[in-house]
T-cell receptor
Framework: GENVEQHPSTLSVQEGDSAVIKCTYS??????FPWYKQELGKGPQLIID?????GEKKDQRIAVTLNKTAKHFSLHITETQPEDSAVYFC????????????FGTGTRLQVTL | KAGVTQTPRYLIKTRGQQVTLSCSPI?????VSWYQQTPGQGLQFLFE???????NKGNFPGRFSGRQFSNSRSEMNVSTLELGDSALYLC????????????FGQGTRLTVV
């Protein structure tokens, strides 16, 4: 089955700096890659996603890139703010017949003042 | 519109008991998936329901079961609880299985003592 690895497990950046989180996946059939943000005491919140027919997607300060050949995708957060502090999860799935997300192990991002 | 609603938010049960958790998806969403989140294993897929039918199942023992009603609301049941079942149980809803944008509820925190 699919396996998703995520790095780093913790990341500390100063406010205003950029943060990058990287994931690799094993199943070349995976074609949908969402990113979730989870704050303490809450469920994961979908913040951005990318499909395999696209190499990059951007939404304000957040961008995701996908390299299908290397089977890795990354989350980029620019101009980080304290409210960006949370745990971020990448995931992979195969669209079509069913939706089953395989998650990475999470990255705890801390944005310091 | 209202998001995914999970009840109860917190639950404490004794080993050997059984428990039922409830999930109401976003209005109009017909696919419901369940995930277990623990510090050690991360986010793991339990099962997915669409049109009252289980369409996909993760690698969990038969003590974990679920169902979906005609109004798309879903319940999951865990029988003969074990200490290791203590976890945050998350429900995610999406329009259909083919539409993999999944939105999570806040989860039910189950503690088995």
């Amino acid at each position: 089955g699919e396996n998703v690895e995520q790095h780093p497990s913790t990341l500390s950046v100063q406010e205003g700096d950029s943060a990058v989180i990287k994931c690799t996946y094993s199943d070349s059939a995976s074609n949908y890659f969402p990113w979730y943000k989870q704050e303490l005491g809450k469920g994961p919140q979908l913040i951005i996603d990318i499909r395999s027919n696209v190499g990059e997607k951007k939404d304000q300060r957040i961008a995701v890139t996908l390299n299908k050949t290397a089977k890795h995708f990354s989350l980029h957060i620019t101009e980080t703010q304290p409210e960006d502090s949370a745990v971020y999860f990448c995931a992979a799935s195969i669209t079509g017949t069913a939706s089953k997300l395989t998650f990475g192990t999470g990255t705890r991002l801390q944005v310091t003042l | 519109k209202a998001g995914v609603t999970q009840t109860p938010r917190y639950l404490i049960k004794t080993r050997g008991q059984q428990v039922t958790l409830s999930c109401s998806p976003i209005s109009g969403h017909r696919s419901v998936s369940w995930y277990q989140q623990t510090p050690g294993q991360g986010l793991q897929f339990l099962f997915e329901y669409f049109s009252e039918t289980q369409r996909n199942k993760g690698n969990f023992p038969g003590r974990f079961s679920g169902r979906q009603f005609s109004n798309s609301r879903s319940e999951m049941n865990v029988s003969t609880l074990e200490l290791g079942d203590s976890a945050l149980y998350l429900c995610a809803s999406s329009l259909e299985p083919q539409n993999t944008e999944a939105f999570f509820g806040q989860g039910t925190r189950l503690t088995v003592v």
